[in-house]
């Protein structure tokens, strides 16, 4: 079974600094993708960015970008020029390739925007 | 395009009482899931569906969920009896096929007293 780890549960970043979440994955599987998860206090999970496994150039979002690192198993998201809207929980998810499976997510880090 | 809606938002109930959770899809949306969130932790899978067939139902607990998508469309989970440890937001996600994004809804929270 896949299992994915964030190790913080909080972070706190000035606004208009960088940040970076840590995401940590295990798989036996070579096809898959990865994902980085929203989650304001509305509740709606809002797709933030997505990378698959084959692909070995990190994926960027306008001020989110990705530090993919297969080998060890790492996938990093950072936010560049933090905004008070980028105030919420974040949860890093695993899907398997080749199908429509569900998500395995982390249990989350939230991220706290100093003004 | 409208979202994946979710109704109610917000349910309280009695433990031992019955409840069920509606969800509508994208449309087009031929895959749809039922997540569970416990407070505090990431969404786990609870059910999957491919049109109106359950392709992955191993983590539903069948003693007291259920769950239907009659017509391969809306979705209803249920819950018969509710316990105090299902206290949880139930996400409902719909996505248009296989290797597509899940999009989410907002959620019903349940609370059970």
């Known amino acids: 079974a896949q299992t994915v780890t964030q190790s913080q549960p909080e972070m706190s970043v000035q606004e208009a600094e960088t940040v970076t979440l840590s995401c940590t994955y295990d798989?036996?599987?070579?096809?898959?993708?990865l994902f980085w998860y929203k989650q304001p206090p509305s509740r709606q999970m809002i797709l933030v960015i997505r990378?698959?496994?084959?692909?070995?150039q990190n994926a960027t979002e306008n001020r989110f970008s990705v530090n993919f690192q297969k080998a060890a198993k790492s996938f990093s998201l950072k936010i560049s020029d933090s905004q008070l809207g980028d105030a919420a929980m974040y949860f890093c998810?695993?899907?398997?390739?080749?199908?429509?499976?569900?998500?395995?997510f982390g249990k989350g880090t939230h991220l706290i925007i100093q003004p | 395009e409208a979202g994946v809606v979710q109704s109610p938002r917000y349910k309280i109930i009695e433990k031992k009482q019955p409840v069920a959770f509606w969800c509508n899809p994208i449309?087009?949306?031929?895959?749809l899931y039922w997540y569970r969130q416990n407070l505090g932790q990431g969404p786990e899978l609870l059910i999957r569906y491919e049109n109106e067939e359950a392709v992955d139902d191993s983590q539903l607990p069948k003693d007291r969920f259920s769950a239907e998508r009659l017509k391969g469309v809306d979705s209803t989970l249920k819950i018969q009896p509710a316990e105090l440890g299902d206290s949880a937001v139930y996400l409902c996600a719909s996505s248009l096929g296989s290797n597509q994004p899940q999009h989410f809804g907002d959620g019903t929270r349940l609370s059970i007293l």
């Open positions: 798989t036996s599987e070579s096809d898959y993708y």
């Open positions: 998810a695993y899907r398997n390739g080749g199908g429509a499976d569900g998500l395995t």
């Open positions: 990378q698959e496994a084959y692909k070995q």
């Open positions: 449309s087009g949306h031929n895959t």
